[in-house]
C-alpha cells in the first residue's frame, strides 16, 4: 500500500502541483487551510506532512507543527516558508526540517528518502 503524505498550503496551485508530482507514488492528501488540516489530521493520520508556515485564516502552520510534535511526535513534518526569517523558530518547535520557497526538487527528494515510493 502507497505511504501517505499530507499537504497543507494556501495557495491552491502549490498543493496542486504537489498532488500531480506525487499521487502516482503516494496517497495525497491536501488542504488549503490550516483549520480543514486540523480536522482531517487525525481522520486521516498522513506518515509525513508537509506544511505550509504562514496560512490565512485564524490556524497557522505554527499551530499545526506544536499539534503535530504533541500529538504525533513520530510523524515527520516538513515546513516550507517564504522567509529565512523563521527557519530558527520552525527548528526550535521540533520540524523535521525547513525548506524555504520555492522548494519542489529538495522537497520532492527528501519525501522520496524519508518516505521511499512503495
Known amino acids: 500500500?502507497?505511504?501517505?503524505?499530507?499537504?497543507?498550503d494556501d495557495e491552491p496551485?502549490?498543493?496542486?502541483?504537489?498532488?500531480?508530482?506525487?499521487e502516482d507514488e503516494y496517497i495525497v492528501i491536501?488542504?488549503?487551510?490550516?483549520?480543514?488540516?486540523m480536522r482531517m489530521?487525525?481522520?486521516?493520520?498522513?506518515?509525513?506532512?508537509?506544511?505550509?508556515?504562514?496560512?490565512?485564516?485564524?490556524?497557522?502552520?505554527?499551530?499545526?507543527?506544536?499539534?503535530?510534535?504533541q500529538k504525533y511526535p513520530n510523524i515527520p513534518v516538513y515546513v516550507v516558508?517564504?522567509?529565512?526569517h523563521f527557519v530558527k523558530e520552525i527548528k526550535s518547535l521540533g520540524a523535521d526540517d525547513c525548506l524555504l520557497k520555492p522548494c519542489p526538487e529538495p522537497l520532492s527528494e527528501k519525501i522520496r528518502q524519508t518516505l521511499p515510493p512503495c
Open 1 to 8: 500500500m502507497p505511504h501517505k503524505i499530507m499537504i497543507v
Open 13 to 22: 496551485k502549490i498543493t496542486e502541483a504537489f498532488v500531480e508530482a506525487f
Open 30 to 37: 491536501a488542504t488549503n487551510s490550516g483549520e480543514d488540516a
Open 41 to 69: 489530521i487525525p481522520d486521516n493520520l498522513p506518515e509525513l506532512l508537509v506544511l505550509d508556515w504562514r496560512l490565512r485564516g485564524e490556524i497557522q502552520g505554527k499551530d499545526i507543527l506544536v499539534f503535530m510534535k
Open 81 to 84: 516558508t517564504a522567509s529565512s
